[in-house]
């Protein structure tokens, strides 16, 4: 091929974002005849140049002597509108895929105000970090430590590019820092920047789910099915200075912020409230007081709840009135003496209806590490006076375990993992009304939502979107003891890491968990379409076809 000398008449803008740093020219290659692509203002990684309309066209990589050195191994169709392509991705078939809508099943009267264009269905984004300090050799190089970089964060998607001046990664978790394939967050500094109204997120490593997608389909089903407040989500590729560090689901943070616009729409002024989260208690901690945070009653006295780490203060309340745990402290209160309070009443403490289908949706989905098994991974939000619950972290859901699932798997709520040790869960299925309601409510989402003839589409559709990048990320060298495949190398680690993140150590199978995580054999495809052969991994679709047929049989639902 050619370096073309001139362009045509009819031509368009042809744009393609490259996925490693050290590449410095590009072209588009148009029926044979190649066009010089020049890095774009806006990022590093972003190429774009003027080129016909031919019947297919590829891109490809120039040598610092304009020869090609590479090129797409497939043709692209020619372009049928406008005078631009979509921001494509190197070596990606598609730029934009059609993924199938979830029914949504009830409609709540929250004004989420949180801006659409940041976790839009359908393509996947490109996150580029660029700092002064190498980024990579800072974070990695002792994952125990609370290092913290600053710098530029540039974030593609299919139809724009957004620039943000000052923003702060670091590593995120307790347990999850044990592992190759790290998680990170990151925070926007800059007072007047924010990506689409967003000043926190989440890029979350999934290491130990195959599929890559439980979790967000987790969200998903709260989101855009039941309509409860939960984060958005929506995978993104991940780029540090110079180093492409893989796939990852990015999920927005919890902040003020985020409440102001989950909870209060296009009100400015609005106020948000106290926002508390469940934590656990670690069993390695040296505390002297073990308390956890399944909601129990520790007395009045407010800072029993800081205690341990057992709940943590995540967002004080925007006047600055509560500031403190002395809020839930009063809620914990009312759980322990809520006996014979009525349905009213308890609708005017919190919203019942959300805090129902939540729990639905974790029984559902066979959360591991969730409040009903695990006392774990939710807030409380005091919205205007009333609590709301909202859901968190869904790494170990829909057959991804650390040991024995019957608990998970059994279609009868009333033994689903230790969901009858819950303060909160007993004393809302006291009440005769909550209890067919919550009956009511699995069995809605079982006919209308959990099932494959509804959620296989959708799991198709994000197979397809994901397969090639799911091999990409597989291919990277990951950043802590160069693992190439995510996991952990050694069974005394597997052992380490269960016992910081749960109790339930008769049901916990370090054997199984570690050889699966091992195996070249759990593919991407097998693990959403087959049997794995482990106790600690079900098939995605396994899962979702015999937990619904539990729930059924039990509920004895047609």
């Known amino acids: 091929m050619v370096l073309a000398g001139s362009v045509a008449a009819k031509n368009i803008t042809y744009n393609v974002v490259t996925l490693d740093p050290t590449v410095h020219r590009m072209c588009v290659s148009v029926d044979n005849a190649v066009y010089h692509l020049s890095k774009s203002r806006a990022s590093p990684l972003l190429y774009t140049g003027q080129g016909p309309v031919g019947a297919s066209y590829k891109y490809c990589v120039l040598d610092h002597e304009n020869t090609v050195t590479e090129s797409e191994d497939f043709s692209r169709p020619s372009p049928q509108h406008g005078n631009s392509t979509l921001n494509e991705i190197y070596k990606r078939t598609h730029t934009v895929h059609d993924i199938p809508k979830l029914p949504k099943l009830w409609n709540y009267g929250y004004q989420d105000g949180l801006n659409p264009l940041l976790h839009p269905d359908g393509h996947i984004a490109t996150l580029h970090f660029q700092s002064r300090k190498n980024a990579v050799v800072a974070l990695h190089s002792n994952v125990t430590a609370d290092v913290k970089v600053v710098g530029n964060l540039t974030f593609i998607s299919h139809n724009d590019v957004q620039f943000i001046k000052e923003a702060q990664i670091k590593l995120s978790g307790r347990s999850s820092r044990m592992w190759a394939k790290q998680s990170y967050n990151i925070k926007v500094k800059g007072k007047k920047e924010d990506l689409y109204g967003l000043k926190k997120f989440k890029l979350r490593a999934e290491p130990n789910d195959p599929t890559y997608m439980r979790e967000k389909l987790y969200y998903d089903i709260l989101r855009k099915s039941a309509s409860v407040p939960a984060r958005g989500t929506s995978w993104v590729r991940v780029i540090m200075d110079d180093k492409p560090i893989g796939l990852f689901l990015m999920a927005d943070q919890l902040d003020k912020h ?71 402290a009063e809620f914990t209160k009312q759980i322990a003496e809520s006996k014979g309070l009525s349905a009213k009443a308890w609708k005017n403490i919190m919203d019942v209806d959300v805090f129902l289908i939540n729990m639905a949706i974790e029984f559902l989905q066979g959360h591991m590490d969730g409040y009903q098994n695990n006392q774990n991974n939710y807030y409380v939000y005091d919205n205007n006076g009333k609590w709301t619950w909202l859901s968190n972290d869904m790494d170990y859901v829909m057959g991804n375990s650390i040991g024995n699932q019957t608990k998970l798997w059994t279609g009868d709520y009333t033994q689903f993992g230790d ?85 339930m150590d008769a049901e916990i199978d370090v054997k199984d968990y570690h050889e699966r995580l091992h195996s070249p054999n759990v593919t991407f495809e097998q693990a959403i379409n087959g049997v794995t052969g482990y106790s600690t991994l079900y098939g995605l679709k396994q899962w979702i076809a015999n937990k619904s047929g539990n729930i059924k049989q039990s509920l004895h639902i047609s």
């Open 258 to 328: 985020w409440l102001k616009a989950a909870f209060n729409g296009d009100n400015d002024d609005g106020n948000t409230g106290v926002l508390y989260m469940g934590n656990y208690v670690l069993q390695n901690s040296t505390a002297k007081k073990q308390y956890t945070s399944d909601l129990s009653y520790l007395g009045d006295e407010s800072r029993s709840y800081g205690e341990n780490d057992a709940y943590l203060l995540k967002a004080k309340s925007s006047d600055k009135e509560n500031k403190d745990f002395s809020r839930l």
């Open 419 to 503: 969901m009858s040790k819950r303060p909160l869960m007993k004393a809302i299925l006291a009440v005769p009304e909550f209890r067919a309601a919550y009956e009511k409510c699995i069995a809605r989402l079982v006919n209308k939502l959990y099932n494959l003839d509804v959620l296989g589409p959708r799991i198709d559709a994000h197979q397809a979107m994901l397969s090639e990048d799911v091999a990409w990320d597989h291919s990277l060298p990951k950043m802590i003891n160069e693992v190439s495949n995510p996991g952990l190398e050694g069974i005394e680690k597997i052992q380490d890491y269960v016992s910081k993140l749960t109790k």
